[in-house]
């Protein structure tokens, strides 16, 4: 059972792990207040059938009103985060639960009497801690002025009642005192834990539009070039071709002419979308590495570029590790949600005369033990097919501790190697 737990607790992401850890500390806040607060009026009757039957209902219905706060607390924290509805029916039962043990506190106190300050710190405990769960969930539901609006309206009822039926102002006065601070207290402890978890989960929704976006601006541009170079040509061409028409119709021999200009440009025209294509497709690595820096610290991740990124290298070499780098932050970005270090190495063997690129990232979810690794996806046997012609070869797998490496190594040619008074990672060779 333990190691279920752990396994599942490890295939989390970071943000999912928060979320458990914010809603587990509020569901377990009742129960504290439960320990501390009814076992010290249990523990101060001394004697004597009702009192102990009065204890043990407090008690008893305060246990109930926990095990019942965590599922009242998880729908309470979903229609805080707007991803549920408002829980009436449950707090409902909850706040009949409230009131039930409240008034067996009361009738403990009419029975036992105040005859001790230790009896005064045990009813006020025991007050405060059955008011607390319902407080925690009501501030989870309604707004901030609502919420105090009604602590406010609760205690002068409260004062205004126990005035009238007891007489006793100085009583209401004090109830009206436990139910604002109870008020109080339950509001600063689980109003800011929903305000982060929505942070939280608001940050990790502007990461994923981010890297969206990062996409369609990509596409944008393509789009836009594209433009640029066919815009102007087709509306030459359907000028001309109309021209051709009417000349043709009129028998006109200049209709020859136009249409071996519209040959013409549509001829250029295809050279020039082959251009746009041909340079969309080729990446050159510096402006890769770039673009990865800006990329991935843009969406939260430390991004580091360590090496020869000043060696001189062949155009195909070049453009080859810019795909590797491209969709090696492609898949930083969609498959490690978790991700906050990026590292980059370049370096080159001169025993082997290869150079040798390594993209190493964390916050990769570990697999759950006995379950097979993934298959490579489309990107990576793309880049296997790009590097093949090369005599380039790529290797990727998990590491440890969460950790993903992709690994290429090119053999480099004599003139693409840097020469001994070039810069090699960070020192002369």
Known sequence: MIERVQAKWRRQNTLSKVDTYFRWTLYLIPWFAVTVGVTPVARATTGGTLPVTL??????????????????????????????????????VSGVLTLAAEAALFKLVIVEGI???DSIGSVTLAVLATLTPF????SLVVSKRRYMASLGAGAVVLVLLTGLV???????LYLAILLIVAGLWSFVIARPSGWLLAVFWELDAA???????????ERLRFGRDLHDVMGRNLAVIALKSELAVQLARRERPEAVEQMVEVQRIAQESQREVREVVRGYRKA?????LAGA??????????????????????????SALGWVVREGTTNVL??????????LRTRIDPERAVLVLTMENDGVATLPEGQPAPLSGSGLRGLRERLHPLGGTLESGPGADGSYRLTVELPMPADGRPSAGEVVNGARR
């Not at 407080?135 to 009501?138: A, D, L, N, T």
């Not at 990461?207 to 601006?217: D, I, P, T, W």
């Not at 991740?301 to 001189?312: K, L, N, P």
């Open 55 to 92: 204890a043990g209902t407090a008690l008893g219905l305060n246990i109930v009103q926990s095990v019942l706060t965590i599922s009242l607390l998880n729908r309470a924290l979903q229609r805080y985060l707007d991803r549920g509805p408002t829980p009436h029916r449950l707090m409902a």
């Open 284 to 288: 050159d690595f510096q402006a890769e």
């Open 135 to 138: 407080f925690m969930v009501y």
């Open 166 to 172: 007891t007489d006793v102002w100085e009583l209401g």
């Open 207 to 217: 990461r994923k539009n981010q890297a969206r976006l990062a996409v369609a601006e």
């Open 293 to 318: 820096r800006s990329i991935l610290r843009a969406a939260g991740v430390d991004c580091r570029v360590e090496g020869e990124e000043d060696a001189r290298l062949p155009s195909e070499v070049q």
């Open 115 to 117: 005859r001790s300050p």
């Open 334 to 343: 969609r498959h490690a949600a978790d991700a906050r270090r990026c590292v």
